[in-house]
Structures are given as C-alpha cells and as structure tokens.
C-alpha cells in the first residue's frame, strides 16, 4: 500500500499514534540506558573514566530528550510509512535499528566514541533482518546471499579508504575505526547498492552540517569582535606585558608539556562521523521508496 494512502486508513492513523507514544518511550529509555551502561563502553582503549561518566548523569532527558522524542517518532512513523501493511516484522525491526542509531548518534556527538556494544547490536540486528529478508523471499534489501557481506565490505572499505587518504594527504587518521566498524554493522542491513546509497548520504549530510557550523562560527565572530582597549593606550600595553612576561616566563614549559599531551593523545583532528552513518541509515530505512525513485530519475537523466 502507498504511504500516504496508508497514512489515510484506520489502522494507519492508529499506527501514528503509536508511533509518537513508542518515541517518546524509546527515547525515554535510551536516554536511561546510555546513563546506566559501565562507564567503560564510552572510553577509548584503556581509558580512564571521568567523573562524569562514573556520576550516572551523563544525559539528561530535558531539553535534548524532548527533541530527541520528537525526531524518534517521527523516523518511526516514516519508517512505518514505508513498511506497512504486510510488513510488520520489517517495521519492527527497523524500528529497534533506528533507537540504537540515535543511540550511537547521541554517544559520539557526547563522548566521541561509538561503543563497541551498540556496534554489534546493530550488527546482530543486521543480521536478523537480512536472514528474515533473504528466507521470506521478499528482496526488499537483500535480492541474493551475498549481498549483506558486499554491504559490509563496501561499507567498513569506504572508512578505510578515507582514513588512508586523511594519512597520506593531512598526516593524521581520517576515520577512528568505531565508523570502520559502524559502517560495516550498516552494511550488512542495507546490502549492496543499498551501501552506495547510504555512504551518499551520510557523505552530503556531513558535508551540509560542516559548511553550517563553519558559516555560524563565522557569524559569531563578526557579531562579538575582540575589543580593543582606547583609553590611556601606553600604560595599559606596557602594564598588560609585564604581567604576561611574569606568568609566562613561570608556566611556558608546563604549558608547552600539556599543549604536546594533548596534541599526542588527540592524534589529529576528530570528525564525529558516527551521526552522520546513523543518520544515512535511518534515512535509508525511512525513506526508502522515495530515495530509489530519485535514484531511478536521476539515472534516466543518462
């Protein structure tokens, strides 16, 4: 059935409203969940937890929560949209795909790390649907066997390529190998082209998003300039240099030591790019019918 004849229906308009209720819950719980996991599944490798993370008070559902809410149950009622009537189990499963990519979203723009744990959930669940999409029969993401393999392969290979291309033109890792792990866990729900696509989108949304935050740090520097100091400008630079000349001289070297800590441990410039994956997938998964029907009009063009 067509989504928005869907959307028209009875059972259609009762699935609405409990796609809004299961968002607001979902979210709810995943904001518990992510508040409750050990501290160590949001460190790196032998990483001491902070006080924050052992606090149990790392997301708080106000205001991020309702938002959150908001956008979850409106993914869940595209997604259903798209997977309606004959297609229950899809839906479902689809929704738990999308909570645990919020999920993972909300854990790498928080802490930059995508925990190993949520990594292989969404594999599992991978798994799940292209075992159910292969036997059924339905070849809705899957047409052959190997296709989730060539959608992880593609998926987990095109992380590799860009970390390999940041080495060799910037001196310093592209991608942390969580996106490596993310994209393969994706791959295996999308399958193959369905890879090419999402790698796509989560490419032009990670662009989209990078040119906003640089044209908005451009706008507030332009509103809020450093001020210049008018009045009695000689006795104000002389005093201003001699007590920087004094704090300098005592702290350069412990500053110069913890600015090279933590140049060393940063390791280069990190790209959250765990949302921008969770966020190509759940548009996959949502907008399904119509990002193939732009992908057939946009090849017709040739």
């Given at each position: 059935m067509q989504p928005l004849q869907y959307l028209s229906t009875t059972g259609g308009m009762i699935w609405t409203a409990v796609c809004v209720l299961a968002g607001v819950l979902f979210t709810w719980l995943s904001y518990r969940i992510i508040n409750v996991i050990p501290a160590s599944w949001l460190c790196d490798y032998g990483e001491t937890p902070g006080a924050e993370l052992l606090s149990g008070q790392r997301v708080k559902y106000v205001p991020s929560g309702i938002i959150m809410s908001i956008i979850t149950a409106v993914c869940l009622v595209l997604c259903r949209l798209q997977f309606n009537k004959g297609y229950d189990i899809y839906f479902i499963l689809f929704s738990l795909v999308i909570v645990v990519s919020l999920m993972i979203a909300i854990c790498d723009v928080k802490y930059t790390i995508i925990p190993d744990q949520f990594t292989i959930a969404l594999a599992l669940l991978g798994l799940i649907v292209s075992v159910y999409d292969l036997v059924r029969g339905f070849g809705i993401l899957h047409t052959a066997w190997w296709s989730p393999i060539a959608g992880a392969a593609i998926g987990?290979?095109?992380?590799?390529?860009?970390?390999?291309?940041?080495?060799?033109?910037?001196?310093?890792?592209?991608?942390?190998?969580?996106?490596?792990?993310?994209?393969?866990?994706?791959?295996?729900?999308?399958?193959?082209?369905?890879?090419?696509?999402?790698?796509?989108?989560?490419?032009?949304?990670?662009?989209?998003?990078?040119?906003?935050?640089?044209?908005?740090?451009?706008?507030?520097?332009?509103?809020?300039?450093?001020?210049?100091?008018?009045?009695?400008?000689?006795?104000?630079?002389?005093?201003?240099?001699?007590?920087?000349?004094?704090?300098?001289?005592?702290?350069?070297?412990?500053?110069?030591?913890?600015?090279?800590?933590?140049?060393?441990?940063?390791?280069?410039?990190?790209?959250?790019?765990?949302?921008?994956?969770?966020?190509?997938?759940?548009?996959?998964?949502?907008?399904?019918?119509?990002?193939?029907?732009?992908?057939?009009?946009?090849?017709?063009?040739?």
């Open positions: 987990a290979g095109t992380m590799i390529l860009i970390d390999l291309i940041g080495m060799l033109i910037y001196k310093r890792t592209g991608m942390g190998f969580g996106d490596v792990k993310l994209f393969a866990a994706v791959g295996l729900i999308t399958g193959f082209p369905g890879t090419i696509l999402s790698v796509i989108i989560s490419m032009i949304t990670g662009m989209i998003c990078f040119v906003i935050i640089l044209l908005a740090a451009k706008i507030l520097a332009a509103r809020h300039p450093a001020q210049e100091t008018v009045a009695d400008p000689e006795s104000s630079v002389l005093q201003t240099a001699a007590e920087t000349n004094d704090a300098g001289l005592q702290s350069e070297d412990a500053q110069t030591e913890e600015t090279q800590e933590t140049e060393d441990e940063k390791g280069g410039f990190y790209l959250a790019f765990g949302p921008y994956i969770a966020i190509s997938l759940i548009c996959y998964l949502c907008l399904y019918d119509w990002i193939y029907h732009l992908t057939e009009l946009y090849l017709n063009l040739f």
